[in-house]
């Protein structure tokens, strides 16, 4: 890199991140009268992309009904550039520790947006949802169950709710732990798991869970009572 393009990368990046916080604060002004009157401000930042309610827009995941040790790992990485995104890099750079927890608890104290249900008997056949509630033991591929819950919904704090989550979404994390590009996540399961999978398996992975959200058995999740609110 010449002495050029590096004045040019300082100047660059600047306006990236000043035109994220932009686009984040027109977000937070069409959606302001729709998030709870206890929403910190430091989630202003989020609900451009991930929605008022965090239920997810488009590409862009769900964050409600996630556990906070979770969401405040991912701040953290994509913080330190331990996790690549063109668009999170920078927004969680400028939160502080202190803004970044507030961030977490809110939106894993949001009500999800659905509840689902896998199939009782999935086919072999069908590739995704084999692999949700079977695995592949001959390769070493655990259920996806086994971690993350029937239905997708997430287990505890560090394993996330998967169903409903965009198909590009997932399919991108399962490619970034495969290529060792995300770090490995919880006891260091999902780059293994991901190196295991084909391209065809993983594109059926993520058409699965993508889809769990349209199916007859997906119900509205209840809202958490104000009384487990801290």
Known sequence: MNAHSRKQKGPARRSAVTLLWFVAALGASAFAQKTSPDAPKSVAACIGCHGAKGEGIATFPRLAGTGQAYLRAQLDAFGDGSRKNSIMQPIAQQLTAAQRTEVA????????????????????????????????WSDDVPACVQCHGPGGRGVGAQFPPLAGLPAAYITEQLQAWKAGSRPPGPLALMTGIAQQLTETDITAVAAYYANLAKTPDAVPAKALPPKSRP
């Open 105 to 136: 608890q809110y939106f894993s104290q949001l009500p999800a947006p659905f509840l689902a249900a896998d199939p009782v008997q999935p086919l072999p056949a069908d590739g995704g949802a084999w692999l949700a509630t079977r695995g592949r």
